[in-house]
T-cell receptor
């Protein structure tokens, strides 16, 4: 069966510090991968998605970037965090070439102080 | 563009009450429709889905029917439990991505 992992689970970082969040998927090959942000009391905002190694699409201009160095690894980064980067970050995957559901990881709670 | 609209929350119900959370969508073509549930501090879990008009998705006592004529996918449950307290998201598929509604918080009191 497939599983998706995210770490860390919780992170507190000062403004201006760098960020690296990691997401890995097990039990599937060539998945589509997604990064979402959920601000407090708000819905989900799609940040990035990837259909393959090295292929990243950005949905909104922002202070963040994403990379996919391996088939089942998706990384969210920032060189300098802003207060507005605080939120709950969710990684998700789905079977490529399908219109089916996405499966979500447990999330990372990021607080920027 | 495609979009999803959910009823505003929070929705507060007593245990064993009937639940309806409204969801309407705007889409070109025939998207798949989904309901996800998010428990406090956790990621989203797929609750149910429907892939074509008149399909009924169901799981754990929850149901939703894909209504093309009214562009709706309302979530229902006949008798809610305290453990159903969570945030519920309606979503549609759009070229490999999901478009989510804003979420509806459900609070069930004993």
């Amino acid at each position: 069966s497939q599983t998706i992992h995210q770490w860390p689970a919780t992170l507190v970082q000062p403004v201006g510090s760098p960020l690296s969040l990691e997401c890995t998927v097990e039990g599937t090959s060539n998945p589509n991968l997604y990064w979402y942000r959920q601000a407090a009391g708000r819905g989900l905002q799609l940040l990035f998605y990837s259909v393959g190694i090295g292929q990243i699409s950005s949905e909104v201009p922002q202070n963040l970037s994403a990379s996919r160095p391996q088939d089942r690894q998706f990384i969210l980064s920032s060189k300098k965090l802003l207060l507005s980067d605080s939120g709950f970050y969710l990684c998700a995957w789905k079977i490529a070439i399908s219109y089916n559901e996405q499966f979500f990881g447990p999330g990372t709670r990021l607080t920027v102080l | 563009g495609n979009s999803v609209t959910q009823m505003e929350g929070p929705v507060t119900l007593s245990e064993e009450a009937f639940l309806t959370i409204n969801c309407t969508y705007t889409a070109t073509g025939y998207p798949s429709l989904f309901w996800y549930v998010q428990y406090p501090g956790e990621g989203l879990q797929l609750l149910l889905k429907a892939t074509k008009a008149d399909d009924k998705g169901s799981n754990k006592g929850f149901e939703a029917t894909y209504r093309k004529e009214t562009t709706s996918f309302h979530l229902e449950k006949g008798s809610v439990q305290v453990s159903d307290s969570a945030v519920y998201f309606c979503a549609l598929s759009d070229q490999g991505k999901l478009i989510f509604g804003q979420g509806t918080t459900l609070q069930v009191k004993p």
